[in-house]
């Protein structure tokens, strides 16, 4: 059993170290947030337009704007990397970057191997119609209707719970007729959102796990209230 002395001490030793500790919160395994102030920010961008494309030499969209602003407000230089999604994740993972933006959302099954930000944007996605105004259909007339839905796009399933018929193509802007899609997308192909809400899709950008500093500081440049920015034409 401890003397009394003997458990002060220890307690004293305890309470010190969780006041160390705490001062050293957030803190990154890699230093990449200080590693960034004195080289720059390398982030990895594969092309997710309108979430971020390369476009002559430079990344342009939404994420790209954001992480412009993240780096202006550490005082951060920006390297930009141009590749294929997963061979920026895989360098993510092992701590080759700092950032990678590439339209991801919180679903991706990278999660498991990075970290994943606050979100970037939210957006709802609907079946649309080639039509004015917002027209009104009824549970018949969506089951009656033949719903393009892009292969990779996870809405499939979602429109046959609602009785439409789906047709599974490669990219929506081939084609026309009635779509499931973002919102935002919706509007780029002319159609008219009918109908509930199919799914919500939160979008966010991928840091390497354990990271805590570069974490904090890019949340804090994140929109507290994201919408659907493409949408609304949100910047920071």
């Not at 991801?104 to 944007?121: A, C, G, N």
Request: aromatic content about 4%.
């Amino acid at each position: 059993m401890m003397t009394g002395k003997t458990g002060r001490i220890l307690l004293a030793l305890l309470v010190a170290g969780s006041i160390a500790a705490c001062s050293r919160y957030p803190a990154d395994i890699r230093g990449s947030l200080e590693q960034a102030k004195q080289d720059a920010l390398e982030v990895g961008v594969a092309d997710a337009p309108p979430w971020i494309a390369w476009n002559e030499g430079k990344p342009a969209g939404v994420e790209a704007d954001l992480i412009r602003a993240f780096a202006a407000r550490e005082d951060l230089a920006i390297e930009w990397v141009h590749r294929d999604e997963d061979t920026l994740l895989r360098a993510l993972e092992h701590g080759e970057l700092h950032i990678v933006a590439a339209g991801l959302t919180k679903k991706t099954p990278w999660k498991k191997h990075v970290s994943l930000s606050e979100p970037v944007s939210t957006c709802r996605a609907y079946i649309g119609v080639p039509a004015t105004g917002a027209p009104t259909l009824s549970d018949k007339d969506i089951k009656a209707l033949t719903v393009r839905v892009e292969r990779a796009g996870g809405l499939a399933h979602r429109v046959e719970k609602r009785g439409a018929t789906v047709e599974r193509v490669q990219d929506l802007s081939e084609g026309a007729g009635p779509a499931a899609a973002e919102k935002y997308r919706l509007a780029e192909l002319g159609l008219t959102p009918v109908g509930d809400t199919l799914a919500r899709t939160t979008h966010v950008l991928a840091v390497p796990h354990g990271e805590n500093a570069l974490y904090a500081a890019l949340t804090r440049a994140l929109p507290a209230r994201p919408g659907c920015l493409p949408l609304e034409g949100g910047r920071p």
